[in-house]
């Protein structure tokens, strides 16, 4: 047993949390630093914020289309080129914020990242 009660929860989480879980989880923090870059847009830190919040958006889609360009991705080929389409949409819409920041640029990342992450969550766990 661990000596930190807070390492022996997080290290029990981690051993039960899903693929899917995992991929909603990120998708939901994702989207919740957007929405507090929106949210707070006249703040003193906004585009070191807004920088960091788009990245990490950035670095997550980049990953999805990496997991999915995959041969071995066992999803069906319809839905990765859904995918893959969408992250390229994303991939625009990150480089437009970048480029031209507003906060209403930001409605359709978070958006798009709610919606995927609420589907994760309530699709049929994976069976082992």
């Known amino acids: 047993m661990s000596a930190n009660p807070l ?9 039960t949390t899903s693929g899917r879980d995992i991929e909603s989880l990120v998708l939901n923090k994702a989207a919740m630093k957007l929405k507090e870059c929106q949210e ?3 703040a003193a830190d906004r585009n070191e914020k807004l920088d960091e919040a788009l990245k990490f958006n950035q670095l997550i889609w980049s990953i999805f289309q990496g997991e ?27 480089f437009d914020a970048m480029s031209y920041p507003s906060p209403e640029k930001l409605d359709i990342i978070i958006n798009i990242n709610t919606n995927i992450a609420a589907g994760l969550a309530s699709s049929p766990a ?3």
């Open 7 to 15: 390492e022996a929860y997080s290290s029990a989480q981690k051993s």
């Open 40 to 42: 707070n847009w006249d």
């Open 68 to 94: 999915l360009s995959k041969e071995e991705n066992p999803l069906p080929l319809e839905i990765k080129t859904n995918l893959l389409s969408l992250s390229v949409f994303i991939d625009k819409r990150i």
């Open 126 to 128: 994976e069976t082992v």
